[in-house]
């Protein structure tokens, strides 16, 4: 199983420009979230989606926008980058409350953004 | 809110000596679940454990053991004889489904460095 995949793995933005990260997961979960690293501040949460057709924002939303395609797929928007958003992205994934995987976050990769 | 404090931001020990991770964590919710991740120097996200609110039990795995104490809100990551493969990220994280439904907190992070 692929589990979560993100993609790109890197990028390099100027500020101004627009991206989409992708993120799909094969794990047939209902619950996504978007977070971000950076250094001493731990994983910080951007967006999530409960179930699909639904997104909500977590601590640090601005500048941001997301997608929740389907069920599999949860894609975040950086509309104008912005040097402030040059971090390393995390997708992640959980299974719905009382089937096998829930409660328990299986991350993607990551996707390191510089923004110059 | 919920909160999760990992006051310590980075732990260098000898290979073979223990090591200890505090994780103090703050809710309000009764029921409520408790992780630990580790990150690598890869850059992956691996999950460790899960503990739920109402199993107070210690946990032993291998050289990892845990010490969940309900009432100091704290939850302990112990690695016996600390190994260099051990050298990682160590994120303390929780999940409350009240005021802040399904969304996981996460720690800051303590970063372990084990020298030969």
């Known amino acids: 199983n692929a589990g979560v995949t993100q993609t790109p793995k890197f990028q390099v933005l100027k500020t101004g420009q627009s991206m989409t990260l992708q993120c799909a997961q094969d794990m047939n979960h209902n619950s996504m979230y978007w977070y971000r690293q950076d250094p001493g501040m731990g994983l910080r949460l951007i967006y999530y989606?409960?179930?699909?057709?639904?997104?909500d924002k977590g601590e640090v939303p601005n500048g941001y926008n997301v997608s929740r395609l389907n069920k599999r797929e949860f894609s975040l928007r950086l509309e104008s980058a912005a040097p402030s958003q040059t971090s390393v992205y995390f997708c992640?994934?959980?299974?719905?409350?009382?089937?096998?995987?829930?409660?328990?976050?299986?991350f993607g990769a990551g996707s390191r953004l510089t923004v110059l | 809110a919920q909160k999760v404090t990992q006051a310590q931001t980075e732990i260098s020990v000898v290979e073979k000596e223990d090591v200890t991770l505090d994780c103090v964590y703050e809710t309000r919710d009764t029921t409520y679940y408790l992780f630990w991740y580790k990150q690598p120097p890869s850059g992956e996200l691996v999950f460790l454990i899960r503990r739920n609110s109402f199993d107070e039990q210690n946990e032993i795995s291998g050289r990892y053991s845990w010490n969940f104490q309900k009432s100091t809100s704290s939850f302990n990551f112990t690695i016996t004889a600390s190994q260099v493969v051990d050298s990682a990220v160590y994120f303390c994280?929780?999940?409350?489904?009240?005021?802040?439904?399904?969304?996981?907190?996460f720690g800051a992070g303590t970063q372990v460095v084990v020298t030969p």
């Open positions: 992640a994934s959980t299974a719905l409350e009382g089937t096998s995987g829930a409660n328990v976050l299986t």
């Open positions: 989606s409960a179930s699909e057709g639904t997104t």
């Open positions: 994280a929780l999940r409350t489904f009240t005021d802040s439904w399904g969304k996981f907190q």
